[in-house]
Structures are given as structure tokens and as C-alpha cells.
């Protein structure tokens, strides 16, 4: 390895709101990993990652270097080692793959780096956002930097608006609990940039942005506070608000195999379902008060507990 291990992440609560100045709650998923490596004379080479990273280093050359600069000359030389970002995060999954190839990249080349053994004030937090999101630019087109931030950190974020964030605690898992957060795989994979293309597009219909602004928005940051304080009966009423508005106004973003699945949870009340990222694919976040019950009622589908209540 070339350096230490990076974290997928998981936005609990924000997807699309965080793009209009919500609340979001990320929290790292150490499930997946990832970290540089390189190879030693005859070991395997992952030549797709290795070409990913010497295209990412090219873009790293057109940033302002009065935000960041980078050791060039080590950067070059493990390039040409064939070194590559060896990872389990699945990629268009929503959980972060990109997020943790930034964070390595910075950990190991950024010159007068801001270290997390820091006081991470404000202004560091807020300036490490501003250098991943230009990073991070090269996977999504626009990227708000939180996910690499996320992940370099290893820390549960609180985003309350687009330049605040703070780490924040969680309240404690019970390991033994009977309601979870969980992750169900779609089977396909999603792509960011579209989906925030289509979101965009959608904000400039008036009823779409009042639906965002009166009804999401607020129902959202209710999520966010609930779970921070623990609130779990309050957060289960919330969230089912939360997964039909999604249901109702976000359809193009949900995998059309679970729009019955979708609606069959808030129905019955067994589970709650919503969009992990941007969608159109990858994980679908789930909630329940009984995993048990989720369990049967998803049967055909693999879950991952992320979170116990």
C-alpha cells in the first residue's frame, strides 16, 4: 500500500436538498475501502484505476495553485510504478468511490496540507470542501466536496447549509436493536451528473421548487435533527413523509423495479425507503422499526445493515 485506508461515505439525509442550502447528515461506511497501491515487479495491475489516476493528475495541473499545490515530481514517479487506487467501494453506487480516491490523493501529495489531527475550525472545514469539490470536479462535472471530505476525515459530517459544515457525533448503535438503516443493492448502477442535470431542470418549474422549498426541505432537516437527537418515534414519522414526497416528485431518480416496493413500504409501514445520493441506480437507503420484518418483505433483494436503532 502507499497510504492508509479511505472510507466510503453514506448521506443519510440531503440528497438534491443540500444543493439548495438544507441540512444533510454523511456519515463514513467503513463496509467499503479503498487505499493507493503500488505494485511490486509482478503483481497485479489495475490498469483502468492506474489510468484514472494519471488522467486525475492531469486535471490537477489546471487547478489554482493559490488553493492547493501538489508534489509533482513524487506524484510522476509512483505514476510511472503503475500505482492505482485499490478498492472495494463499487462505483455509480452513491456511496462515495470518488470521494475516497480524492481524499488518498490529498492525504498523500498535497503540499501544506491540512492534517485531521487539526483544529478543524470552521474555515479549515470549509476550505478542505472548496479543495475536494475542484478535485472532485473531474468525476462529476460539479461536485460539493463533501464526499471526499467525508471520507479524509473518517467523521460524521453535519451540513447545515452549502458553506457551514461542521463533524458532528451520532448518537451510540444498539447493537442489539431491532430497527436498522440499511442498504439494498438495485443491481444497476447510477450516474451523478445526469441526475443533478434533471434535478436542475426541474428546479426552474415553479410547483417543483415550492414542493422543494416548503415541503422537502423542511421535512428533511426534521430527519437530520431527529436522528442527531435521537428521536426515533418522531424521525419513523418523518421519514415516511419523506420517502412518499420522494416517491411522488423524484421518479426518474428511483430504479423502476422498486416503484411498487417503494410505495408497498409506506403502505404497509414494514420499511421506508430513499434515494442514497443522486440515484438512477446503485443503493437504495432503507429504514425500519423491525429488520426482520424489512428482511422478509425485501426478500429478493441483498440488504446490508448500515445502523442500528
Aim: charged content about 20%; overall charge neutral.
Amino acid at each position: 500500500m502507499k497510504g492508509p485506508l479511505f472510507y466510503a461515505k453514506i448521506l443519510l439525509f440531503g440528497e438534491y436538498g443540500i444543493i439548495k442550502d438544507s441540512k444533510g447528515l454523511s456519515i463514513p461506511y467503513n463496509f467499503y475501502r479503498g487505499a493507493l497501491k503500488i505494485p511490486k515487479k509482478g503483481e497485479y495491475v489495475d490498469l483502468k484505476s492506474h489510468q484514472k489516476l494519471v488522467d486525475f493528475a492531469a486535471h490537477l495541473k489546471t487547478l489554482d495553485q493559490n488553493l492547493v499545490q501538489f508534489d509533482w515530481d513524487r506524484l510522476a514517479k509512483d505514476l510511472h510504478q503503475k500505482m492505482y487506487f485499490d478498492s472495494s467501494i463499487p462505483q455509480g453506487y452513491g456511496v462515495g468511490s470518488s470521494g475516497a480516491l480524492v481524499a488518498a490523493i490529498y492525504d498523500q501529495y498535497a503540499l501544506c496540507k491540512i492534517t485531521i489531527l487539526e483544529n478543524l475550525t470552521k474555515e479549515k472545514l470549509q476550505y478542505l470542501k472548496s479543495v475536494f469539490g475542484q478535485m472532485e470536479s473531474f468525476f462529476h462535472g460539479k461536485s460539493s466536496g463533501l464526499d471526499p471530505l467525508n471520507s479524509y476525515l473518517s467523521l460524521p459530517i453535519l451540513i447545515n447549509s452549502s458553506n457551514h459544515v461542521e463533524t458532528t457525533g451520532i448518537p451510540s448503535q444498539e447493537p442489539t436493536g431491532k430497527g436498522a438503516v440499511f442498504l439494498i443493492d438495485s443491481g444497476q448502477t447510477g450516474e451523478t451528473a445526469p441526475m443533478v442535470s434533471l434535478f436542475l431542470k426541474n428546479m426552474e418549474e415553479e410547483a417543483f421548487s415550492s414542493m422543494m422549498k416548503d415541503q422537502f426541505i423542511t421535512v428533511s432537516d426534521a430527519c437530520v435533527d431527529d436522528f442527531l437527537k435521537g428521536n426515533v418515534s418522531s424521525l419513523f414519522q418523518n421519514i415516511k413523509t419523506l420517502s412518499s414526497l420522494v416517491l411522488k416528485n423524484f421518479q426518474p431518480m428511483i430504479p423502476d423495479t422498486f416503484l411498487r416496493l417503494w410505495q408497498k413500504g409506506i403502505e404497509t409501514n414494514d420499511y421506508y425507503l430513499k434515494l442514497c445520493g443522486s440515484g438512477g441506480g446503485g443503493f437504495i437507503l432503507g429504514f425500519t422499526r423491525d429488520f426482520e420484518k424489512a428482511k422478509t418483505a425485501l426478500k429478493d433483494f441483498p440488504l446490508e445493515v448500515v445502523y442500528r436503532f
